[in-house]
């Protein structure tokens, strides 16, 4: 019980306090609102026919500092999305089969590629026209280059099409373009900084290895039964041990430098491997339901728009933002093209939120002293486009994708539930 | 996705991140260092026939600084504790009925009153025995009267008997507990600094206003439809609708300075009348077994038992600790007579756990200079072995207490589920 408000609070000894004085009501009345214009703007973004996470995302921007600033997310707002975010990819992980993934290898190896060299050279070529170093192009290059899934996969699973094969390409493309992205960002950080170290070798083998041991995971885990989960005492349903293996892979990856999601998408292939994978649909979905919002809303708060206000940067930010959505688009109808006109572009579509990594490499930029501060906003801006357009053009293409696979081959894409 | 480690991490724009990049990792660690003490602490307490909770107690405890010191919880623990516990009482209150609260309201209030004034007693003798100031006693004395109900609630609920009639007067008992307790604290706070301000009775008047307000709403929403959570379009089921009733009231009560569990546990017994009830029973218990052990882990990371190192501390804290537990025993056994011998004492060791509330006056004590530091650590200690006793006495006594009322009436104390 907190003091009544007439009462100064005392200064607390730190190591003595139980945990219910300790949790400070500010903190919890952000977490509250941010949850709050996370709900009112998917309400109202989907009462206008609009992608929820675009609400969601809107709800984020408009209570978060950019504009009334009632909540300024702190680390505990930003703890909760990454779990939310982790918990997404992890649902999306368990609704897919390893040897589906494993089947659309070529086209989604084919788009990762295809649709990293594409928005590279764009960048590289956009910046050494206006005049910039080649050092800084291939910076800006490599910012439109990451691909961040968490978007896509809540787009997807709200249009209930993560059983198509469009679908799994994007998923297994993402997940190569975040191995991709971290071995290019080592060696251009290390050139830059004049020091390719052999620690970037050893960064690309973990990242490599994490993904090949979860598969490898994955195909040995097939038919397990319920009580590989349920043994522990603490354990009645399989949920709480799934959770620690999400978390603990989630960790192990991040800690590699891969993306935290992308170690929960591959402790969930693993997961749905086993026979504990229908109760573990049902049981994560509240799980989601709670921490994901706060992902979309925290992403919404940390946008900044002012840049914009400069027609410099608005303009050249504008001209990345185009560039990046039409290189992934195009990486996708290259690279998938197998999948006919429209499921190529949703697979391309699904390529082009760039979220965090396009960020943390524009920070790296920053700090080396390789991007100015205008062409740093420019690039945060373009970021930011590329995310905030991509649920329009999935929301566009899916059903055309899906439409289209029926009539080539209705059996294969159906799903089997 | 983070940097690989041979990178140097630029300082980072902090208004331009999102979220994922901004989730330190070393955070996250330490949640799951948490989450992973408390079920490791759970599944060897079981194994040796131990309650649950004392083992995610001793878990934390263990990894926390005061043992192996492998996390130091810090904001986001804390606020996931506090989220845990809320909805842990969330979820005791959708197992209950108003009006068989109510039924045993002449106990719950008789055992609330005896047992804050026995410890109250009991504290004040023994402090002026040991020669402190009137004050001082009176502030010892408060510390050993507050009841949290965490603890005794995961308790109950472990060992289903939450349908039982002791059960319900524990609750009941909790509640006005909590009431009496602000009041009290505000009016010694205000007598300790010489100005007991019309506040005091706004606090009062505030208190019982929530929770009378929260038993109105209950009452009127008998027989509510499951539509009248699910008619946002976000809402697919009761679940977001019922967590952000939960999250306001509970914000509600903290900013009244009740404990924020008191309105989460209202807020449980308002949706429990609706039609939403067993949906929303099924749907939080996921959501429990997430949060909730971060209440106990990080409680129990909370100890620090150096203090009983000084020989005159610990024979204090012990004498502060039995008292305490002997009080709130008579307590039950006289307030709850009517439940018979073992019912009454279930009741009063329910009881018995101080939790955060007990801390909070210490602390105010020792701020406003009325507290020594020994004496101030004597009553954290005797808290804390509150807290370990109590589910103890409960296992022991819940067994008896059941037998006894299913002997004295058996189809009255037989849940209808």
Redesign the interface.
């Known amino acids: 019980?907190?003091?009544?408000?007439?009462?100064?609070l005392?200064?607390?000894?730190p190591?003595?306090?139980?945990?219910?004085?300790?949790?400070?009501?500010d903190?919890?009345?952000g977490?509250?609102v941010l949850?709050?214009g996370a709900?009112v703007g998917?309400?109202v973004a989907?009462?206008f026919g609009q992608p929820?996470v675009v609400g969601e995302l809107l709800g984020g921007f408009l209570v978060g500092?950019g504009v009334l600033a009632l909540v300024v997310?702190?680390?505990?707002?930003?703890?909760l999305?990454?779990?939310g975010?982790v918990i997404l990819l992890f649902s999306v992980g368990l609704e897919v089969r390893l040897d589906d993934l494993l089947a659309v290898g070529r086209p989604a190896v084919l788009t990762a590629v295809v649709a990293m060299i594409l928005p590279i050279t764009a960048g590289v070529a956009i910046s050494l026209i206006g005049g910039e170093a080649l050092t800084t192009a291939v910076f800006v290059g490599l910012a439109l280059a990451?691909t961040?899934i968490?978007i896509t996969s809540r787009v997807l699973a709200d249009m209930g099409v993560l059983d198509r094969t469009f679908a799994r390409v994007v998923l297994g493309a993402a997940v190569i373009d975040?191995v991709l992205?971290?071995i290019l960002?080592?060696l251009v950080?290390?050139v830059a900084?004049g020091d390719v170290?052999g620690?970037?070798v050893l960064?690309a083998v973990a990242a490599v290895g994490l993904v090949g041991l979860g598969f490898a995971a994955a195909r040995r885990a097939r038919g397990l039964r319920r009580e590989v989960f349920t043994w522990?005492?603490?354990a009645d349903?399989p949920?709480?041990p799934a959770?620690?293996l999400m978390?603990?892979v989630a960790?192990v990856s991040?800690?590699?430098?891969?993306?935290?999601?992308?170690g929960a998408f591959v402790a969930g292939l693993i997961v749905a491997e086993t026979e504990a994978r229908d109760e573990l649909e049902h049981?994560?979905?509240?799980?989601g339901?709670?921490f994901t919002p706060?992902?979309f809303a925290?992403?919404g708060a940390?946008v900044?728009l002012r840049a914009l206000l400069d027609p410099g940067i608005a303009v050249l930010a504008i001209v990345l933002a185009v560039a990046g959505v039409a290189t992934k688009a195009a990486g996708g109808l290259v690279g998938a093209r197998e999948l006919g006109r429209w499921g190529s572009a949703a697979v391309g579509f699904g390529m082009v939120p760039r979220?965090?990594?396009g960020?943390?490499v524009a920070?790296?930029g920053?700090?080396?002293g390789l991007l100015s501060a205008g062409l740093f906003s420019a690039v945060?801006v373009a970021v930011v486009l590329t995310t905030v357009v991509a649920p329009y053009l999935l929301a566009w293409a899916i059903p055309r994708a899906a439409a289209e696979a029926d009539l080539r081959a209705p059996a294969a894409e159906v799903a089997p539930s």
Chains 1, 2 share one sequence.
């Not at 049981?283 to 799980?287: D, F, K, Y």
């Open positions: 019980m907190p003091l009544p408000h007439s009462v100064a005392p200064p607390i000894e190591g003595l306090l139980p945990a219910a004085a300790g949790a400070p009501l903190v919890m009345l977490l509250f949850f709050i709900k998917e309400e989907r009462r929820a500092p997310p702190g680390e505990t707002a930003f703890v999305a990454e779990i975010v990451a961040s968490g975040d992205a971290l960002i080592g950080s290390g900084a170290s620690s970037t960064v522990p005492l603490f349903t949920l709480v959770f620690i978390f603990a960790l991040a800690a590699i430098g891969l993306a935290a999601i992308i049981e994560i979905r509240p799980l339901q709670i706060f992902f925290v992403t940390q900044d979220g965090e990594v960020i943390v920070n790296l920053l700090a080396a945060l």
